[in-house]
């Protein structure tokens, strides 16, 4: 094996971000933000424990997708493969794109074939991670963000911030003037004396928005769920934006990463159960759309669109998958409850994890979708204190703890490493940058005018786990298995000292 | 080599680190090993997925009248209006009577709406038809239409677009929609229950409550982008 270093892949979404510590030094100096992401989290966290704890089987439910999602990734490619039969077989088309500049290439012909030259999407993240809006808008075609907090994002040339809601760092007041200022220079305009209540800023988007969605020809989606027994394909929304843009135009596009596909139709019964609750602490959300392929009348009986293209997007996700112990990371469907009960996230906000992929998901997906050579992805799996709350909410049960390590040892110590289907040996962070910059970022997020406290229970956390973790592995797999307590190493779990300190109310 | 052949060879390489993965046993003859909706992929499941299915198919046991009270309850917490009405004479006054309450003057009728629903109800009636523009159907005031089936522990309507169901946007466009769901024939309790009786191969619609977004501040609001207003009819329901 030959020793290389990797830089970072194209990323076109988010290019050249400043390492994690730097990031959320900015954000925690921030206390509009702050106290935004506090209310937030708080409220999710608090309603979803409610929402959860009506289902007395949540825990063999979250087993169940955990089986589900570890048996697809073992026996991806027959998976996919039944699925591309499955989709072929109802009517639609299926691509296979190996990196963001393939997928791109082929939404991009798609959509010049069809003679349009916008398209309106509905909410993906798949879509942000490989800078689709960027590279549609290089070939001339306009892209429609039609989600609340997409559009906000989308209008104020800014970033999202958390995967289930992409505008939670802005207020009322602010959304209002990004309304104001750039609704008109995309299509309608906002109404004249636009107010910052809630419903008139949701009515002003419903106009705007509206008047796309009755003229697109064309729309981008991606997909929760792909159910290779059928074909089916499932979004999950609350809005009516992913019903618009699934069911109006005449040509649908959906950019899927192939790890979003599962079984049989049938297992959707778990995440039909545990996706909402975890995510948005709804028994169920507005509106789940499942389509086939063009249906039972191939489109031609007008019930959707005539023509649609499914994109599987690699783009990371194999050399993920050739890590045995970060490929769990994969099963990730997107609920955003770690998020919600991070108290880095809460602090850091999503923007300093430089990635679309925020929070405890983002720092150890990002790293492996990307590579860790890059400073921001390097610093990523320092971005946590390993308290394990993300563990415990988690609806598939991704021991998110556990990567983090893994990725610690990774780049302080280096190793054997898959990129783009290679295994390569990295080399160690040089003099343990990372781990320096780990420290950096513990003090930024804890040591914050007084809070000794919180300084040294973050430093004692920090010192505990990097003692009791192993110098070197004996072997690759059965390593781990050895330390799987060290998730759960604090005996004084910081969480509690958190949620003690805010009722404390020194917040 | 093409990127298929590219990902799916680094899949192969991926997994393959020479342990039985879970689910790599055959299913010995006769066991189940699958929902057994009858799709045939031509993939022959000649492995057990593993997957522990020891999770609940219903969370409480019900009579017919407590699931249609918890539908009914689920569906008003998450801001639907919810009507009752025992006989079909009673559905078609009170069908009436919300869309002369609404100020509908167009009503939209999918293909196969019983017709005496709509036998007292005043708004010019509009068909489902394949060529309408979206446009066109945007115009609509009102919607009214049936279900596929109902799930009363989640508070959710399904539509497949069967017959008094209609194309997927006839929901979608007008602001307001109707829905009759006939109890208890067409309630089911839970999920797990409502899946063996779906065919994902018709277009299905899910909802739960009107359009609504959280995005701004978390306050949540109803009617983004589909209809504001959603009113379910419990059609023999006491």
């Known amino acids: 094996m030959t020793a290389i270093h990797l830089g970072m892949p194209a990323f076109p979404a988010f290019p ?7 990031a959320a030094g900015k954000a925690v100096a921030d206390p509009v933000l702050r106290a935004n992401l506090r209310r937030a989290t708080h409220t999710i966290r608090d309603k979803r424990a409610r929402a959860v704890a009506e289902l007395a089987d949540w ?11 570890d048996h697809t990734l073992r026996h991806l490619d027959r998976y996919l493969l039944e699925l591309e039969a499955s989709v072929t077989a109802a009517g639609g088309t299926v691509h296979w794109a190996a990196d963001a500049e393939e997928a791109n290439r082929i939404v991009t012909e798609l959509v010049l074939a069809t003679g349009e030259r916008e398209v309106v999407k509905v909410k993906s993240m798949a879509t942000q991670e490989i800078g689709l809006n960027e590279a549609l808008e290089a070939a001339g075609i306009a892209a429609y963000e039609t989600d609340l907090a ?39 305009p906002a109404p004249e004396g636009l107010g910052d209540d809630p419903r008139e800023l949701a009515e002003a988007a419903r106009l705007h928005l509206r008047e796309k969605f009755l003229r697109a020809k064309v729309a981008v989606s991606g997909a929760n769920f792909m159910v290779a027994e059928t074909g089916t394909m ?53 509106y789940t759309t499942m389509w086939t392929g063009l249906g039972p009348s191939k489109g031609a009986e007008g ?32 609920c955003s409850a770690c998020l919600n009960v991070c108290p880095v996230y809460e602090r850091a906000g999503g923007h300093a994890y430089g990635s679309v992929y925020p929070g405890p998901i983002g720092a150890i997906l990002s790293p492996q979708l990307r590579g860790t050579g890059s400073e921001i992805d390097a610093s990523l799996p320092y971005a946590s204190t390993l308290c394990g709350a993300c563990y415990e909410v988690c609806p598939v049960a991704i021991d998110i703890p556990e990567v983090l390590v893994h990725l610690r040892e990774r780049v302080a110590q280096g190793g054997p490493v898959t990129r783009e289907g290679i295994r390569v040996r990295i080399r160690p962070a040089h003099g343990h940058a990372a781990e320096r910059a780990a420290m950096r970022a513990a003090r930024l997020l804890l040591n914050h005018d ?7 229970a973050g430093e004692r956390l920090l010192a505990r786990a990097r003692r009791l973790r192993p110098r070197r592995l004996p072997g690759p797999g059965r390593a781990w298995t050895d330390s799987r307590e060290l998730p759960e190493l604090p005996a004084q779990p910081f969480r509690d000292w958190w949620a003690a300190r805010d009722r404390e109310g020194r917040a | 080599m093409s990127s298929r052949d590219r990902i799916l060879g680094r899949i192969r390489r991926a997994t393959a680190d020479g342990r039985p993965g879970p689910g790599l046993e ?39 009248a407590e699931t249609a009270d918890l539908l009914a309850a689920n569906l008003a917490e ?45 708004p010019v009636r509009v068909p489902d038809r394949a060529a309408s523009t979206p446009c066109e159907l945007d115009a609509v005031d009102s919607v009214v239409t049936g279900c596929a089936l109902a799930i009363a522990e989640t508070g959710t309507i399904v539509l497949d677009g069967g017959p008094g169901q209609g194309r997927r946007r006839i929901t979608l466009l007008p602001d307001h929609h109707i829905c009759v769901v006939r109890v208890p024939g067409q309630v089911v309790d839970s999920v797990p229950q409502a899946m063996p009786l779906l065919d994902p191969v018709r277009p299905l619609t899910w909802i739960s409550g009107p359009s609504a977004t959280s995005d701004i501040e978390l306050d949540r609001v109803e009617g983004v982008h589909g209809p504001r207003t959603l009113e379910v009819v419990l059609l023999g329901a006491q």
């Open chain 1, 16 to 22: 050249a971000f400043p390492a994690f510590p730097a």
């Open chain 1, 59 to 69: 825990a063999e439910l979250r087993a169940a997708g955990k089986a589900v999602k």
């Open chain 1, 150 to 188: 997409e559009l906000i994002v989308q209008l104020g040339h800014d970033r999202p911030s958390h995967i289930l809601v992409p505008a939670i760092h802005l207020g009322r007041a602010e959304i209002r003037e990004v309304f104001a200022e750039e609704m008109g220079g995309w299509g309608r």
């Open chain 1, 234 to 286: 499932v979004v999950f929304e609350s809005e009516g934006n992913g019903r618009m843009c699934l069911t109006l135009p005449e040509t649908l596009i959906s950019v899927v990463g192939i790890e979003k596909v599962i079984p049989t139709f049938r297992d959707l019964e778990i995440f039909l159960q545990t996706l909402p609750r975890s995510s948005t602490a709804e028994r169920m959300n507005p």
């Open chain 1, 303 to 334: 019930d959707g669109p005539t023509a649609f293209h499914l994109v599987l997007l690699d783009n990371g996700r194999t050399d993920t998958l050739a890590d045995e112990v970060g490929r769990q990371a994969l099963r990730c469907i997107r």
């Open chain 1, 450 to 456: 007084d809070w000794p406290v919180a300084l040294r």
């Open chain 2, 26 to 64: 055959p299913v010995a003859p006769g066991l189940d090993a699958g929902p057994g909706l009858g799709f045939d992929s031509g993939f022959d499941s000649g492995f057990d997925p593993g997957v522990p299915r020891d999770y609940l198919r219903v969370h409480a046991e019900r009579t017919p």
């Open chain 2, 78 to 122: 998450y801001r639907a209006k919810v009507h009752r009405v025992v006989g079909e004479d009673g559905l078609a006054a009170l069908l009436g009577r919300l869309l002369a309450a609404r100020g509908a003057r167009s009503v939209l009728v999918p293909a196969g709406l019983p017709a005496h629903w709509l036998s007292a109800a005043a």
